[in-house]
Nanobody, 117 residues
Framework: QVQVVESGGGSVQPGGSLRLSCAASGSIFSFYAMGWYRQAPGKQRELVASVPSVGTTKYADSVKGRFTLSRDNAKKMVYLQMNSLKPEDTAVYYC???????????WGRGTQVTVSS
């Protein structure tokens, strides 16, 4: 098993930036693809970005060019740098760990991001 804990959410004006962090612990980090998801009020949870242990990062079309996901395997950390934030980015952001072999998913409790003037 792996545990993941998010941090770094908050409130920001449109056009601003935030950096989310996800700390993982408990299992072999390289077995997991890591991702960020978000869920806005009244909407389904959606993938924002994900990265396997080794490979290419994928982004939702709505965040391409604005968000950057990075992964530090040595520190068991995943980051989401969010620039040029828009009101529609407002959501609870969740860190996800997905086991490559078993398919098990582990979720953090989420961190709120609010973009408003």
């Amino acid at each position: 098993q792996v545990q993941v804990v998010e941090s770094g959410g908050g409130s920001v004006q449109p056009g601003g930036s935030l950096r989310l962090s996800c700390a993982a612990s408990g299992s072999i980090f390289s077995f997991y693809a890591m991702g960020w998801y978000r869920q806005a009020p009244g909407k389904q949870r959606e993938l924002v970005a994900s990265v396997p242990s080794v490979g290419t990062t994928k982004y939702a079309d709505s965040v391409k060019g604005r968000f950057t996901l990075s992964r530090d395997n040595a520190k068991k950390m995943v980051y989401l740098q969010m620039n040029s934030l828009k009101p529609e980015d407002t959501a609870v952001y969740y860190c996800n760990a997905h086991h490559h072999i078993t398919g098990e998913d582990y979720w953090g409790r989420g961190t709120q991001v609010t973009v408003s003037s």
